[in-house]
């Protein structure tokens, strides 16, 4: 790993604004951590447009802005950046093993895992084009470029309910799109929206393409049932179908939920010794870039005061090859 130490105190896993915020405390804390961030390195931000809810920033900046800049300020203070994926994690013991695609593996005393969670799409070859143009999978993040717009929402379940509800605050009309004959979501939640005058359900239909050139100006719906199409005119599509968290690899290695999150109990330690957890790996609820950010300040401080706790110590020796 060339100018990659192969050992270290702490290691971060992933490169969002959890990871990204971790290794800046933790380089300020003159851990110097090697931060392995991934490819492509970023996060969900790098496919955000503008982002106009990062405080300190009342202009709005770009996803892959913000994430550089944060990239550069954990940098200017000792952090280490590997451009490349964990391929196998070693938590039975210490130190702690990493393994990487192409630059070996790194030893170190204590990990943070920030490998976030991705949205699940639709898988349409129409979705991917307007992703940012119109489709989004956060209203909290995105509802507001929507005002005065009909907009549609995918999904039955809780979240998809939640999502149409705060669009009402912007949008003209919501639409809940689901494919079976009734919701999943919570009683609670299902009357809420059938009883909010600015919400219309319609089941037994999927979305089968989004129509527009540049931006989103409807969607094609097919009817579950009889096989029958229309077209539902909106100005945007929010898809609520669920996320997945990046825990793959660390399966056996860490105790997740049913859901796949990691968990975490005592502010953000993991079931495995010096392994700490931050950001959207962890957190199925709130899922911003801020909460992202809290999140891996405080595994942060979490893993510098597990640290002190050892007995003081050099970084761990490289694992035998």
Same mark, same amino acid.
């Given at each position: 790993?060339?100018?990659?130490?192969?050992?270290?105190?702490?290691?971060?896993?992933?490169?969002?604004?959890?990871?990204?915020?971790?290794?800046?405390?933790?380089?300020?804390?003159?851990?110097?951590?090697?931060?392995?961030?991934? &490819?492509?390195? $970023?996060?969900?931000?790098?496919? =955000?447009? !503008?982002?106009?809810? /990062?405080? *300190?920033? #009342?202009? +709005? @900046?770009?996803?892959?802005?913000?994430?550089?800049?944060?990239?550069?300020?954990?940098?200017?203070?000792?952090?280490?950046?590997?451009?490349?994926?964990?391929?196998?994690?070693?938590?039975?013991?210490?130190?702690?093993?990493?393994?990487?695609?192409?630059?070996?593996?790194?030893?170190?005393?204590?990990?943070?895992?920030?490998?976030?969670?991705?949205?699940?799409?639709?898988?349409?070859?129409?979705?991917?084009?307007? &992703?940012?143009? $119109?489709?989004?999978?956060?209203? =909290?993040? !995105?509802?507001?470029? /929507?005002? *005065?717009? #009909?907009? +549609? @929402?995918?999904?039955?379940?809780?979240?998809?309910?939640?999502?149409?509800?705060?669009?009402?605050?912007?949008?003209?009309?919501?639409?809940?799109?689901?494919?079976?004959?009734?919701?999943?979501?919570?009683?609670?939640?299902?009357?809420?929206?059938?009883?909010?005058?600015?919400?219309?359900?319609?089941?037994?239909?999927?979305?089968?393409?989004?129509?527009?050139?540049?931006?989103?100006?409807?969607?094609?719906?097919?009817?579950?049932?009889?096989?029958?199409?229309?077209?539902?005119?909106?100005?945007?599509? /929010?898809?609520?179908?669920?996320? +997945?968290?990046?825990?793959?690899?660390?399966?056996?290695?860490?105790?997740?939920?049913?859901?796949?999150?990691?968990?975490?109990?005592?502010?953000?330690?993991?079931?495995?010794?010096?392994?700490?957890?931050?950001?959207?790996?962890?957190?199925?609820?709130?899922?911003?870039?801020?909460?992202?950010?809290?999140?891996?300040?405080?595994?942060?401080?979490?893993?510098?005061?597990?640290?002190?706790?050892?007995?003081?110590?050099?970084?761990?020796?490289?694992?035998?090859?």
């Amino acid at each position: 790993m060339d100018g990659v130490p192969r050992s270290t105190r702490l290691a971060i896993v992933g490169s969002g604004p959890a990871g990204l915020t971790a290794a800046l405390y933790a380089a300020r804390a003159e851990l110097a951590p090697v931060v392995v961030a991934g &490819v492509p390195a $970023g996060g969900q931000l790098l496919i =955000t447009t !503008d982002v106009e809810n /990062f405080p *300190g920033f #009342p202009e +709005a @900046v770009a996803g892959p802005e913000l994430i550089e800049r944060m990239r550069r300020q954990a940098e200017r203070f000792g952090a280490t950046f590997v451009d490349d994926n964990v391929t196998r994690v070693d938590f039975a013991g210490r130190p702690l093993g990493l393994t990487t695609g192409t630059h070996g593996t790194v030893a170190a005393d204590a990990v943070i895992v920030a490998t976030g969670a991705t949205a699940r799409w639709l898988g349409l070859p129409s979705e991917q084009r307007l &992703v940012g143009r $119109g489709i989004s999978a956060c209203a =909290t993040c !995105d509802g507001f470029f /929507f005002k *005065g717009r #009909p907009l +549609a @929402v995918v999904g039955g379940g809780d979240t998809a309910m939640e999502e149409a509800l705060f669009l009402t605050k912007f949008a003209t009309q919501v639409t809940i799109v689901h494919r079976r004959d009734r919701l999943r979501a919570s009683p609670i939640m299902q009357e809420r929206a059938r009883r909010h005058p600015k919400i219309a359900v319609r089941l037994n239909a999927e979305v089968t393409e989004v129509l527009g050139g540049d931006a989103v100006t409807g969607v094609r719906l097919r009817d579950t049932a009889t096989g029958v199409t229309s077209e539902l005119e909106v100005g945007g599509l /929010f898809v609520a179908i669920g996320h +997945a968290p990046a825990t793959d690899i660390f399966r056996g290695a860490l105790e997740l939920d049913p859901g796949g999150y990691v968990v975490v109990r005592e502010g953000t330690r993991t079931s495995a010794p010096g392994v700490f957890a931050a950001g959207d790996v962890r957190d199925r609820r709130y899922r911003q870039a801020v909460t992202a950010a809290g999140d891996g300040c405080m595994a942060a401080i979490d893993a510098e005061r597990w640290l002190d706790e050892q007995a003081p110590r050099a970084p761990a020796p490289p694992l035998a090859k």
